[in-house]
């Protein structure tokens, strides 16, 4: 085999599997309690994700029979076989896991016939909406890079790079922006790329250019450059670099709206 498109395999077979970690405590959250909100609001973000990744390796074909079968697992069938709505959430992600343990075998063959879309390499995220053309397809790879270290497990890696995509977007749009126009919106003096990172963010809602999403940085977040530099060392969680992804991805939507 094509050692580019085993490297390729592997990526989406480490994503898979990280899917699939995710997808247990997911399920295991709604049996425990179906009505939490935390537990319902990481299974939409997990179903997404799901969702983003069947897409890639079924080459963005509904006819796909990975495609379908994703659809299919949203369904809940009567007695005659006809599909109707009412699903149990947890149901819907245990079947969700079984397509994803589809998609490990497709992938894991060793026969000349692995039934996944020819097209493995994912699409870049794309960062249109940065004004800085130099800055896209850095921001681009961060954005893949972050995604991969949450699916590895490396907590600290995902959020900050995270926080270092978010303060790149940031920064551009202010400068973008321009300090003329930001004097009115209480900016300091001096250099956007010397003021602290919390400022730039509040400088940026301030001027309307994002909402007040970045609430929801936990404080390692925040301090994230200083993490690891100062001698006391902060332990990043699971939950601190999901909320800085997340964080992430709302920012990105106040940036550019027409998304």
């Given at each position: 085999m094509d050692e580019t498109l085993r490297a390729q395999i592997d990526s989406h077979l480490?994503?898979?599997?990280?899917?699939?970690?995710?997808?247990?405590?997911?399920?295991d959250g709604l049996v425990a309690d179906p009505s939490d909100v935390l537990a319902i609001a990481?299974?939409?973000?997990?179903?997404e994700e799901c969702g983003v990744t069947i897409n890639q390796l079924s080459g963005g074909s509904k006819a796909h029979w990975?495609?379908?079968?994703?659809?299919?697992?949203f369904l809940m069938?009567?007695?005659?076989?006809?599909a109707v709505e009412g699903a149990a959430p947890e149901k819907i992600v245990q079947r969700l896991l079984e397509v994803l343990g589809q998609a490990v075998a497709?992938?894991?063959?060793?026969?000349?016939?692995?039934?996944?879309?020819a097209s493995l390499e994912p699409?870049?995220?794309?960062f249109e909406f940065v004004h800085n053309a130099e800055l896209r397809p850095i921001v681009e790879q961060a954005y893949t890079d972050s995604r991969l270290a949450l699916e590895q497990g490396d907590y600290d890696v995902a959020m900050r790079t995270s926080c270092g995509i978010l303060e790149a977007i940031v920064t551009d749009a202010l400068e973008h922006k321009g300090?003329?126009?930001?004097?009115?919106?209480?900016?300091?003096?001096?250099?956007?790329?010397?003021?602290?990172?919390?400022?730039?963010?509040?400088?940026?809602?301030?001027?309307?250019l994002i909402r007040g999403g970045y609430a929801r940085l936990p404080a390692?977040?925040?301090?994230?450059?200083?993490?690891?530099?100062?001698?006391?060392?902060s332990t990043v969680t699971e939950r601190d670099a999901r909320q800085a992804g997340q964080v992430l991805r709302v920012l990105m939507r106040d940036l550019n709206p027409g998304r």
């Amino acid at each position: 085999m094509d050692e580019t498109l085993r490297a390729q395999i592997d990526s989406h077979l480490s994503r898979l599997n990280g899917l699939i970690r995710r997808g247990r405590q997911v399920r295991d959250g709604l049996v425990a309690d179906p009505s939490d909100v935390l537990a319902i609001a990481a299974t939409r973000v997990w179903q997404e994700e799901c969702g983003v990744t069947i897409n890639q390796l079924s080459g963005g074909s509904k006819a796909h029979w990975l495609a379908r079968s994703f659809s299919e697992a949203f369904l809940m069938r009567s007695a005659t076989g006809e599909a109707v709505e009412g699903a149990a959430p947890e149901k819907i992600v245990q079947r969700l896991l079984e397509v994803l343990g589809q998609a490990v075998a497709s992938l894991s063959r060793n026969d000349d016939g692995p039934i996944i879309s020819a097209s493995l390499e994912p699409p870049p995220r794309r960062f249109e909406f940065v004004h800085n053309a130099e800055l896209r397809p850095i921001v681009e790879q961060a954005y893949t890079d972050s995604r991969l270290a949450l699916e590895q497990g490396d907590y600290d890696v995902a959020m900050r790079t995270s926080c270092g995509i978010l303060e790149a977007i940031v920064t551009d749009a202010l400068e973008h922006k321009g300090l003329s126009a930001l004097a009115g919106s209480g900016a300091p003096e001096g250099m956007i790329a010397d003021w602290p990172f919390e400022m730039r963010l509040a400088v940026a809602q301030r001027a309307g250019l994002i909402r007040g999403g970045y609430a929801r940085l936990p404080a390692v977040a925040r301090a994230y450059r200083d993490h690891g530099e100062s001698g006391a060392e902060s332990t990043v969680t699971e939950r601190d670099a999901r909320q800085a992804g997340q964080v992430l991805r709302v920012l990105m939507r106040d940036l550019n709206p027409g998304r």
